[in-house]
């Protein structure tokens, strides 16, 4: 935990979520997370569909090898992540979409 933390001291990830608004506002909007814990760390969060997550990884200049891919959810949900320098922050995204069929028993991902 990070105690005795002021809002000045997440300006670096602040200060990220401006340059993004005015660099990329025509995208789709993510859920954004800014904490203390990580006071260096923004990370945007895509929940309606990786073509959300594709559209921010393409615009931030992340090559696809780059992106890690992971099942969650009994394999029901794919997750795409990756991180990325942006304005002095380390930027964390993270994209999530349902998998149109269960994988089948036994298969790692």
């Known amino acids: ?3 005795g933390l002021a809002l000045d001291d997440l300006s670096v990830p602040l200060r990220a979520l401006r340059l993004l608004t005015v660099d990329f506002g025509h995208l789709p909007a993510p859920t954004v ?3 203390p814990i990580y006071p ?3 990370e ?12 921010w990884r393409e615009a931030l200049g992340v090559a696809p ?3 890690t891919y992971r099942l969650q959810s009994d394999g ?5 992540r990756t991180t990325v320098a942006y304005a002095g922050a ?3 995204l993270v994209g999530y979409g349902d998998v149109a069929a269960p994988a089948p ?3 790692v991902a």
Do not use: Y
């Open 65 to 67: 090898e780059e992106v």
């Open 33 to 35: 997370s800014i904490s």
């Open 76 to 80: 029901q949900t794919r997750v795409l």
């Open 90 to 92: 380390e930027l964390e």
């Open 105 to 107: 028993v036994g298969v």
């Open 44 to 55: 945007l969060a895509l929940h309606s569909g990786l073509p959300g997550f594709e559209a």
């Open 1 to 3: 935990m990070s105690d």
């Open 40 to 42: 260096d760390r923004l």
